[in-house]
């Protein structure tokens, strides 16, 4: 397991490098105990080049809301929860889910979905909120499984 948490995150390390990510957001949100929705949306809008990493949290969480990744009540300075964050990282890497899923396209399935295809474990908590090394493994997992690794 240490291994793959390991090579999961060099490998994410170099991927963020290639979307030209500021280092200083990036040791900031991995430094974060609880990360935020606008923190996690800059990490998810750069990887999918809806914004420049001279953008805000605010400007990344409000292009993911134009894309539908949020509702209208929701606040960039919430914290991100384990449900929220598996939709964010299935759609930053394209990885498609079951019917449900498909159908829905919303957090609780996407959730289901990851856990499904034991990218989280089967205690995991949907509201569990969740730090940015956390955020930086789920999304390299889902890279992972749309690739067919996992």
């Known amino acids: 397991m240490k291994k793959k948490l390991f090579s999961a995150l060099i490998f994410l390390f170099a991927a963020?490098?290639?979307?030209?990510?500021?280092?200083?957001?990036?040791?900031?949100?991995?430094?974060?105990?609880?990360?935020?929705?606008?923190?996690?949306?800059?990490?998810?809008a750069t990887y999918m080049n809806l914004v420049q990493e001279e953008a805000s949290y605010e400007e990344a969480f409000n292009a993911l809301a134009e894309e539908k990744f949020f509702s209208s009540g929701e606040n960039f300075e919430q914290p991100v929860t384990l449900a929220k964050a598996s939709l964010l990282c299935m759609s930053a890497v394209g990885l498609?889910?079951?019917?449900?899923?498909?159908?829905?396209?919303?957090?609780?399935?996407?959730?289901?979905e990851l856990k499904a295809r034991t990218v989280l474990p089967n205690n995991s908590d949907p509201d569990m909120k969740i730090n940015g090394t956390d955020l930086i493994a789920l999304i390299n997992c889902c890279e992972d499984a749309k690739a067919g690794r996992k």
């Open 16 to 44: 963020l490098y290639a979307n030209a990510q500021s280092s200083q957001k990036v040791s900031e949100l991995l430094e974060t105990k609880v990360l935020s929705k606008g923190q996690a949306s800059y990490l998810v």
């Open 96 to 112: 498609r889910g079951g019917l449900l899923y498909n159908i829905f396209h919303n957090s609780r399935y996407a959730f289901r």
